[in-house]
């Protein structure tokens, strides 16, 4: 089965009620708004805040990928050109059709979450996420606007924008958690309260601790 005949057998699924709640839920992302919103909701919340930063870079990452990369090489027509006997429920989308953005985004904020350490995302947000980012993908190709290998393609490359800027969060907050060594007088590299490697008194003079500097 070609994947025209796919989407044409989508097309009886359609009803006025899924018509309307596919097309608003599908608009919530043309640019990425849901997912946006998502991470920044989340950098509110100190537990989440490693997550939220990761769901915005994930997000970024995948437009970058997509929308600025690989669409304008690739210039894949929509179905909705191919076919356009097909009536539409959402306004033809610009630009060319492989991989699919908004399904980009939407698993790019699903991985960021799958794969953030060190606190992990809760667990329910997780499945919602992924739900949400599932069926964002289903909705484009019930409105007719991207094929099945364009929503696939979106996945993987939006699972690679997350994983990528999950590692790139853990290496941030690791560099954040490392304790600081207050440095010496100015001009001096050593710790505060030292003038040497050794301490303020160093064992190799024969000295204890408190003797009197010894002059010549």
């Known amino acids: 089965m070609n994947e025209l005949a796919i989407l044409d057998a989508m097309q009886t699924w359609h009803n006025p009620v899924l018509d309307a709640l596919v097309a608003v839920f599908t608009s919530t992302s043309n640019h990425g708004e849901l997912w946006i919103l998502l991470g920044l909701v989340l950098l509110c919340f100190r537990r989440t805040r490693k997550a939220g930063a990761g769901v915005l870079v994930a ?39 492989f991989p699919s953005g908004h399904t980009t985004a939407a698993f790019a904020a699903a991985a960021a979450l799958w794969f953030a350490r060190r606190p992990t995302a809760p667990a329910g947000l997780v499945v919602g996420v992924t739900v949400a980012a599932v069926l964002m993908g289903l909705s484009r190709m019930y409105c007719y606007v991207h094929y099945p290998t364009d929503v696939l393609a979106g996945a993987i490359v939006g699972t690679l924008a997350g994983l990528a800027a999950a590692r790139l969060m853990d290496a941030l907050w690791k560099q954040r958690a490392k304790p600081s ?14 003038d040497s490697p050794d301490g303020p008194n160093n064992p190799d003079d024969g000295r204890g601790p408190g003797a009197p500097e010894i002059r010549p």
């Open 59 to 97: 997000v970024a990452l995948g437009a970058v990928m997509t929308n600025l990369t690989i669409k304008p090489l690739l210039m894949r027509p929509r179905p909705c050109d191919v076919n356009a006997a097909v009536a539409m429920i959402v306004p033809r989308p610009s630009g060319s059709s």
């Open 181 to 194: 060594i207050p440095r010496g007088p100015a001009g001096s590299d050593y710790p505060a309260g030292t």
